[in-house]
């Protein structure tokens, strides 16, 4: 996932939340943007990782 890819992702999140938080959905509705979320956030915490994991290597790499 590039950048603009997470910043997307965290936009549709907040647009999942939003409307999980609404309930004016179907139970069917519900649970394909839980799933949805899901999927989103997993990508999302995989890009943080990365991104952690060059912020120390480039700190080792100056200590």
């Not at 069917?28 to 943007?33: F, G, I, P, T």
């Not at 979320?37 to 890009?47: E, N, P, Q, R, W």
């Amino acid at each position: 996932m590039k950048r603009t890819d997470y910043e997307k992702s965290v936009k549709r999140l907040e647009e999942i939340v939003e409307r999980l938080e609404d309930g004016n959905i179907t139970l069917d509705e519900a649970m394909k943007l839980y799933d949805e979320g899901t999927k989103l956030t997993a990508g999302c915490y995989d890009i943080l990782k990365k991104a952690e994991q060059k912020i120390t290597d480039i700190n080792e790499m100056e200590g």
